[in-house]
């Protein structure tokens, strides 16, 4: 069974420092995506990296203030978010793309359960 599983989490004040871990069961497909949804949006994209070279790929509202890397060894996905702010506030997903292109839900097959991140003002 694939299995993601999203840690790091939490409430922080504008400005602050999160990070999100993600802990996969396999690297069956070579990338993984962090995506994001506030309560009445639609699910949208943040940042994706590749096992294989470790290539990644940000979101315009998020470049430059969030990394993600990986632990091949680990098989975990980090995203390393700073300088956060109150629009950043979502529920945060782990998922393993498959097919299409890397920015769209779609692309994705399996996703974690979601992880609360807030960020006050």
């Known amino acids: 069974q694939v299995q993601l599983v999203e840690s790091g989490g939490g409430s922080v004040q504008a400005g602050g420092s999160l990070r999100l871990s993600c802990a996969a069961s396999d690297r069956a497909t070579n990338i993984v995506g962090w995506f994001r949804q506030a309560p009445g949006k639609e699910r949208e994209f943040v940042a994706a990296?590749?096992?294989?070279?470790?290539?990644?790929y940000y979101a315009d509202s998020v470049k430059g203030r969030f990394t993600i890397s990986r632990d091949n060894a680990k098989i975990t996905v980090l995203l390393q978010m700073n300088s956060l702010k109150p629009e950043d506030t979502a529920v945060y997903y782990c998922a393993r793309y498959y097919a299409g292109g890397v920015y769209y839900t779609a692309s994705y097959d399996y996703w974690g359960q979601g992880i609360q991140v807030t960020v006050s003002s």
């Open positions: 990296v590749t096992w294989s070279g470790g290539f990644t």
